[in-house]
Nanobody, 125 residues
Framework: QVQLVESGGGLVQAGGSLRLSCAVSGPNFSTVGWFRQTLGTEREFVAAISGGSSSTIYADSVQGRFTISRDNTKNTAYLQMRSLKSEDTAVYYC????????????????????WGQGTEVTVSS
């Protein structure tokens, strides 16, 4: 059984930074994705990273501001968020998928088999 626990969310002023963590327990995992969701909207892809960290993909809205990384020795993935904007306010979720890196499906929520409970990020303007 795979379990994911996100942490690091909170309240930050626009222009500030936060680092989210996703601790994964269970069998080896490969692709890690970060998504976000606001009330009444669909879950939105933010970023993803391959098992060996050789490949990353970002949503256009966060490209250049967010950095996804992972430490496989700690079974933890991270999302470093900089230059935060009010529109980044959301609940952030991490998700994992065993198996190969499939860039054509990375942005799809149904590509992932396991999800965390989410951590809330609020950016005040």
């Amino acid at each position: 059984q795979v379990q994911l626990v996100e942490s690091g969310g909170g309240l930050v002023q626009a222009g500030g930074s936060l680092r989210l963590s996703c601790a994964v327990s269970g069998p080896n995992f490969s692709t890690v994705g970060w998504f976000r969701q606001t009330l009444g909207t669909e879950r939105e892809f933010v970023a993803a990273i391959s098992g060996g960290s050789s490949s990353t993909i970002y949503a256009d809205s966060v490209q250049g501001r967010f950095t996804i990384s992972r430490d496989n020795t700690k079974n933890t993935a991270y999302l470093q968020m900089r230059s935060l904007k009010s529109e980044d306010t959301a609940v952030y979720y991490c998700a994992v998928r065993p198996g190969p890196w499939l860039p054509t499906r990375i942005r799809l929520t149904d590509h992932y088999g396991y999800w965390g409970q989410g951590t809330e990020v609020t950016v005040s303007s």
